[in-house]
């Protein structure tokens, strides 16, 4: 069932960065010919939110998020693993108000639309709340994880 | 202060309303006493006006100078402010905005919106085409790339002038000219001499297809907020301070054209009759027939 | 803001990744505050995506990944070994060389740097260069962006502190051209001491040379291809991403054909996590931005600063070393917008001119992207670099005091900036 959402999540993202660029390269030969096209911009950059923030919980999936590890890496393994199950938990704080506060915020400015096309906001601002919940998904996973081996590791203690 | 207001603008602080912002701020302080602290911040410092406008939704204590065209997303018939040739003269559109009518539309904004108007006579110059090469009637626009404001009815008002709408941000606006992505701008004298225009293109032509008049926006929660006496004192300040600053915007775009002329620029006037003529029918093609009857009828009374 | 701070240091001292230390910690500052809703900062996260200059960065990174494919990097790497490879260091003087050939096209440091590291830095590790080293290099090339025309740093001075940009423009050429230079010097020092050996131990003859530019040439063209679809005005910078995407594909596909659907579906896979590695840290970087302007926290360090001196050098060198350190933790074009309004009028009133300070002032700015805390290109290069944030900077040391000698010069020698301006200007 995850698996499924990951690579349907991935696909998406591909499919709508290919899409993002080819609309702007669009834009740009369109205005060059003396047609501009006027709402490829606005709508390359509604992509772009999407983009984002699918592209963030796929770096958060293959963990390449980067951190400093100039004092951690001093301590013992078991309190970094401590340490790291804290900082999943923390993030899951956030995201967790990112959900929402951000829907919350995407209803109240639900009736503005976009200048351009005359779209409504909403499809803009779904976006970050809407990458908050996959990336709650993937924290949530990572805490999983991270449970099962600190039990693991302290059978074997 | 117990109650503060952040006040945010894409425009410069070497613009002329800004300075108008500064006396708006000083008259607010002094007169609550300090109890009503207001902050500036120009340049867009705090986010584009979309955002901000926003944040003043969602209850921010956060104001915004905005144009008719942005707020017709909640209140239709303001589009009608920016629609091209309606308003003859910047007398007429200062007429309409003092008139009950114009009132009435901006007092549905707290309960459509969650915003509340402070004062709407910020006038911040005639829109004007900036071109590299002449202009004296509409077909000398075709296949000119103009850079449109990224609102529909500039849009529609520069396809109907002859040109080519092609929207882009304003910061990109000097390096874009400058290569030749667009041929054209239009905006009015103040900003067209901050974003130094005049040193990669040869004519402006005071076409003034429309009076460009801004308000001073705020949360209505915010606003809310406030005793009535401050709420009273932020109108009369904000609408004094609007006044003063319009004249001195007024002054400083004469200025300033003649500068640019100095350095250069060919300034134009121009028959406006046939733009006019090809841009009549915008208003009815933008739903606004009822508004701009409204507004025909207030200017000429 | 005190809550901001505390909770930043902790967060980044336990090893959580900067992107979420940055976006939490300035969320903390929203649940303290009157009348700031919390969804703007969610608001303000999405923010950067509706940036025309940053819709460039996702671009230009699928362009590094696509050109990696294509077999373009391969016989770019080629060619640059037959033209540098008898020189001490030759890839890293091949990637500064790049780096203001290109750098003056895409505009952002950060998609440079992203694009150098995909297109020259997985080469160059694999050549035996230190990962450290070349992560450096990178990042100190990708600087070079910010003087040479057009960058956007400029223009958003110009625009906001009333300067001509034509003038920014053009002083910022020979300062560009100075920068390469001192890079160059620096990276053979530096190659000398590693004792990274030459790949070549002679000479390329004509016939090689010959042989290699024609095996190379389409990938060659790229460079050029980008500069001449701007400079014509067919493109903006950020539609000049897209166009060359287009270029990459078509060689790829058809002239090189190495470009099957199924790379190019492995591509847009590598480029999409590739972009959550540098969204993240620019997109939280906009919360923190916003919550920082709000407390006028610029303003109130400027004051300080004309309280402790009023010596017309001491006033300009407690700004640049004020500049520097707010380029340590803030975005070039975040400090750009805030500090340009309260900086110039203290410059104009000690009689500074404001283009010759722009330069500088928009070189430092920069260089703070490849500092810690904050640093957006250093940890985007170390990121795809697989390098430690630590020994980039260790490795940065020898290039850090490069870039000193280069600002003391700017600032000693108005001539580097003004002596071209005022050629082309004088009236
Ligand atoms: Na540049
Ligand atoms: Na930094």
Same mark, same amino acid.
């Given at each position: 069932?995850?698996?499924?959402?990951?690579?349907?999540?991935?696909?998406?993202?591909?499919?709508?960065?290919?899409?993002?660029?080819?609309?702007?390269?669009?834009?740009?030969?369109?205005?060059?010919?003396?047609?501009?096209?006027?709402?490829?911009?606005?709508?390359?950059?509604?992509?772009?939110?999407?983009?984002?923030?699918?592209?963030?919980?796929?770096?958060?999936?293959?963990?390449?998020?980067?951190?400093?590890?100039?004092?951690?890496?001093?301590?013992?393994?078991?309190?970094?693993?401590?340490? +790291?199950?804290?900082?999943?938990?923390?993030?899951?704080?956030?995201?967790?108000?990112?959900?929402?506060?951000?829907?919350?915020?995407?209803?109240?400015?639900?009736?503005?639309?976009?200048?351009?096309?005359?779209?409504?906001?909403?499809?803009? +601002?779904?976006?970050?709340?809407?990458?908050?919940?996959?990336?709650?998904?993937?924290?949530?996973?990572?805490?999983?994880?991270?449970?099962?081996?600190?039990?693991?590791?302290?059978?074997?203690? | 202060?117990?109650?503060?207001?952040?006040?945010?603008?894409?425009?410069?602080?070497?613009?002329?309303?800004?300075?108008?912002?500064?006396?708006?701020?000083?008259?607010?302080?002094?007169?609550?006493?300090?109890?009503?602290?207001?902050?500036?911040?120009?340049?867009?410092?705090?986010?584009?006006?979309?955002?901000?406008?926003?944040?003043?939704?969602?209850?921010?204590?956060?104001?915004?100078?905005?144009?008719?065209?942005?707020?017709?997303?909640?209140?239709?018939?303001?589009?009608?402010?920016?629609?091209?040739?309606?308003?003859?003269?910047?007398?007429?559109?200062?007429?309409?905005?003092?008139?009950?009518?114009?009132?009435? &539309?901006?007092?549905?904004?707290?309960?459509?919106?969650?915003?509340?108007?402070?004062?709407?006579?910020?006038?911040?110059?005639?829109?004007?085409?900036?071109?590299?090469?002449?202009?004296?009637?509409?077909?000398?626009?075709?296949?000119?790339?103009?850079?449109?404001?990224?609102?529909?009815?500039?849009?529609?008002?520069?396809?109907?002038?002859?040109?080519?709408?092609?929207?882009?941000? &304003?910061?990109?606006?000097?390096?874009?000219?400058?290569?030749?992505?667009?041929?054209?701008?239009?905006?009015?004298?103040?900003?067209?001499?901050?974003?130094?225009?005049?040193?990669?293109?040869?004519?402006?032509?005071?076409?003034?297809?429309?009076?460009?008049?801004?308000?001073?926006?705020?949360?209505?929660?915010?606003?809310?907020?406030?005793?009535?006496?401050?709420?009273?004192?932020?109108?009369?300040?904000?609408?004094?301070?609007?006044?003063?600053?319009?004249?001195?915007?007024?002054?400083?775009?004469?200025?300033?054209?003649?500068?640019?002329?100095?350095?250069?620029?060919?300034?134009?006037?121009?028959?406006?009759?046939?733009?006019?003529?090809?841009?009549?029918?915008?208003?009815?093609?933008?739903?606004?027939?009822?508004?701009?009857?409204?507004?025909?009828?207030?200017?000429?009374? | 803001?005190?809550?901001?701070?505390?909770?930043?240091?902790?967060?980044?001292?336990?090893?959580?990744?900067?992107?979420?230390?940055?976006?939490?910690?300035?969320?903390?500052?929203?649940?303290?505050?009157?009348?700031?809703?919390?969804?703007?900062?969610?608001?303000?996260?999405?923010?950067?995506?509706?940036?025309?200059?940053?819709?460039?960065?996702?671009?230009?990174?699928?362009?590094?990944?696509?050109?990696?494919?294509?077999?373009?990097?391969?016989?770019?790497?080629?060619?640059?070994?037959?033209?540098?490879?008898?020189?001490?260091?030759?890839?890293?003087?091949?990637?500064?060389?790049?780096?203001?050939?290109?750098?003056?096209?895409?505009?952002?440091?950060?998609?440079?740097?992203?694009?150098?590291?995909?297109?020259?830095?997985?080469?160059?590790?694999?050549?035996?260069?230190?990962?450290?080293?070349?992560?450096?290099?990178?990042?100190?090339?990708?600087?070079?962006?910010?003087?040479?025309?057009?960058?956007?740093?400029?223009?958003?001075?110009?625009?906001?502190?009333?300067?001509?940009?034509?003038?920014?423009?053009?002083?910022?050429?020979?300062?560009?051209?100075?920068?390469?230079?001192?890079?160059?010097?620096?990276?053979?020092?530096?190659?000398?001491?590693?004792?990274?050996?030459?790949?070549?131990?002679?000479?390329?003859?004509?016939?090689?040379?010959?042989?290699?530019?024609?095996?190379?040439?389409?990938?060659?063209?790229?460079?050029?291809?980008?500069?001449?679809?701007?400079?014509?005005?067919?493109?903006?910078?950020?539609?000049?991403?897209?166009?060359?995407?287009?270029?990459?594909?078509?060689?790829?596909?058809?002239?090189?054909?190495?470009?099957?659907?199924?790379?190019?579906?492995?591509?847009?896979?590598?480029?999409?996590?590739?972009?959550?590695?540098?969204?993240?840290?620019?997109?939280?970087?906009?919360?923190?931005?916003?919550?920082?302007?709000?407390?006028?926290?610029?303003?109130?360090?400027?004051?300080?600063?004309?309280?402790?001196?009023?010596?017309?050098?001491?006033?300009?060198?407690?700004?640049?070393?004020?500049?520097?350190?707010?380029?340590?933790?803030?975005?070039?074009?975040?400090?750009?917008?805030?500090?340009?309004?309260?900086?110039?009028?203290?410059?104009?009133?000690?009689?500074?001119?404001?283009?010759?300070?722009?330069?500088?002032?928009?070189?430092?700015?920069?260089?703070?992207?490849?500092?810690?805390?904050?640093?957006?290109?250093?940890?985007?290069?170390?990121?795809?670099?697989?390098?430690?944030?630590?020994?980039?900077?260790?490795?940065?040391?020898?290039?850090?005091?490069?870039?000193?000698?280069?600002?003391?010069?700017?600032?000693?020698?108005?001539?580097?900036?003004?002596?071209?301006?005022?050629?082309?200007?004088?009236?």
């Amino acid at each position: 069932m995850i698996g499924k959402l990951r690579q349907l999540e991935l696909a998406l993202a591909k499919i709508s960065l290919a899409a993002m660029a080819l609309l702007i390269l669009i834009g740009g030969i369109a205005r060059t010919l003396d047609h501009p096209v006027i709402w490829s911009l606005e709508i390359s950059m509604v992509i772009f939110a999407w983009v984002s923030m699918l592209a963030i919980d796929q770096a958060l999936q293959k963990q390449r998020h980067i951190g400093i590890d100039i004092l951690t890496i001093h301590l013992s393994q078991r309190t970094q693993r401590r340490l +790291n199950l804290m900082n999943q938990l923390i993030i899951l704080g956030f995201l967790i108000c990112g959900i929402w506060y951000g829907y919350s915020f995407t209803i109240t400015t639900g009736n503005q639309v976009l200048p351009v096309t005359q779209l409504p906001l909403y499809i803009l +601002n779904a976006a970050v709340p809407t990458g908050c919940v996959l990336m709650a998904i993937t924290t949530i996973e990572h805490i999983i994880h991270s449970c099962r081996i600190e039990r693991a590791s302290e059978s074997l203690d | 202060a117990e109650y503060s207001l952040n006040l945010s603008t894409s425009l410069t602080p070497n613009d002329p309303s800004y300075q108008g912002f500064e006396a708006f701020k000083k008259g607010v302080e002094q007169a609550t006493d300090h109890h009503v602290e207001i902050k500036l911040f120009p340049s867009g410092q705090l986010g584009a006006d979309n955002d901000i406008l926003q944040y003043a939704q969602a209850g921010s204590n956060v104001g915004i100078i905005v144009d008719g065209a942005r707020l017709a997303q909640f209140v239709p018939q303001l589009g009608v402010l920016t629609a091209p040739f309606l308003f003859p003269s910047y007398a007429s559109i200062k007429k309409f905005v003092g008139s009950p009518v114009f009132h009435q &539309w901006i007092g549905e904004l707290p309960k459509k919106a969650n915003l509340n108007v402070l004062s709407f006579n910020w006038f911040q110059g005639a829109r004007m085409l900036v071109t590299k090469k002449p202009i004296k009637s509409p077909a000398d626009l075709h296949g000119v790339r103009v850079r449109a404001l990224e609102a529909p009815m500039t849009i529609k008002t520069i396809s109907c002038m002859g040109g080519s709408p092609t929207p882009l941000a &304003w910061s990109e606006i000097y390096s874009s000219m400058q290569t030749g992505v667009v041929d054209a701008a239009e905006a009015q004298p103040t900003a067209i001499y901050g974003s130094k225009l005049y040193e990669i293109s040869k004519y402006i032509t005071k076409t003034r297809h429309f009076y460009l008049e801004t308000g001073i926006v705020v949360s209505h929660k915010w606003f809310a907020s406030l005793p009535d006496k401050y709420q009273q004192i932020l109108i009369d300040q904000s609408e004094k301070a609007g006044e003063s600053a319009s004249q001195a915007t007024i002054k400083i775009g004469l200025k300033r054209l003649a500068q640019m002329q100095q350095k250069g620029v060919v300034i134009e006037s121009v028959n406006t009759k046939p733009f006019a003529k090809a841009c009549a029918n915008v208003v009815n093609q933008m739903g606004l027939t009822k508004a701009a009857q409204d507004v025909e009828r207030v200017i000429h009374s | 803001m005190t809550i901001t701070v505390i909770l930043f240091v902790i967060l980044m001292l336990i090893g959580m990744p900067i992107g979420f230390v940055i976006g939490i910690s300035s969320l903390a500052y929203f649940f303290t505050a009157h009348f700031l809703p919390i969804g703007i900062a969610f608001q303000k996260f999405a923010a950067p995506t509706q940036s025309f200059p940053i819709l460039a960065t996702p671009l230009f990174l699928l362009v590094g990944n696509m050109l990696n494919k294509t077999g373009v990097t391969y016989r770019l790497l080629d060619f640059s070994q037959m033209v540098s490879g008898w020189m001490i260091g030759g890839l890293a003087q091949i990637n500064v060389l790049l780096a203001t050939l290109l750098g003056g096209v895409s505009g952002s440091a950060t998609a440079d740097a992203a694009m150098q590291s995909r297109v020259l830095g997985v080469s160059m590790i694999e050549r035996g260069y230190p990962r450290a080293f070349t992560a450096v290099v990178i990042a100190f090339s990708s600087l070079i962006t910010a003087t040479i025309p057009p960058s956007i740093l400029l223009i958003l001075y110009g625009f906001v502190g009333n300067v001509s940009i034509g003038k920014l423009f053009i002083a910022g050429i020979v300062p560009g051209i100075l920068l390469t230079a001192i890079l160059m010097f620096t990276n053979s020092i530096m190659a000398r001491r590693m004792q990274i050996e030459p790949e070549m131990k002679h000479l390329p003859t004509r016939h090689e040379l010959g042989q290699s530019f024609k095996r190379s040439f389409w990938a060659l063209m790229f460079p050029i291809v980008l500069i001449f679809v701007i400079r014509l005005g067919f493109f903006t910078t950020t539609e000049a991403g897209a166009f060359i995407i287009l270029y990459a594909f078509i060689i790829g596909r058809y002239i090189y054909k190495e470009l099957t659907n199924q790379a190019i579906w492995e591509v847009l896979g590598e480029t999409v996590s590739d972009i959550g590695v540098v969204m993240i840290l620019i997109m939280a970087a906009a919360i923190l931005g916003h919550i920082t302007i709000l407390d006028q926290v610029p303003q109130h360090l400027a004051n300080m600063i004309t309280h402790i001196t009023t010596n017309r050098y001491g006033i300009l060198s407690l700004l640049l070393v004020f500049i520097a350190f707010a380029g340590m933790l803030f975005d070039g074009s975040v400090i750009i917008l805030l500090l340009t309004p309260i900086l110039l009028p203290i410059i104009r009133q000690f009689g500074f001119d404001p283009v010759h300070f722009g330069i500088i002032f928009v070189v430092l700015t920069l260089l703070g992207a490849n500092t810690p805390p904050v640093g957006i290109c250093m940890y985007t290069v170390c990121g795809i670099l697989n390098c430690s944030s630590i020994a980039f900077v260790k490795a940065s040391v020898p290039y850090l005091i490069a870039f000193f000698a280069f600002v003391v010069l700017l600032v000693i020698f108005p001539g580097i900036t003004m002596g071209l301006p005022h050629l082309l200007f004088a009236r």
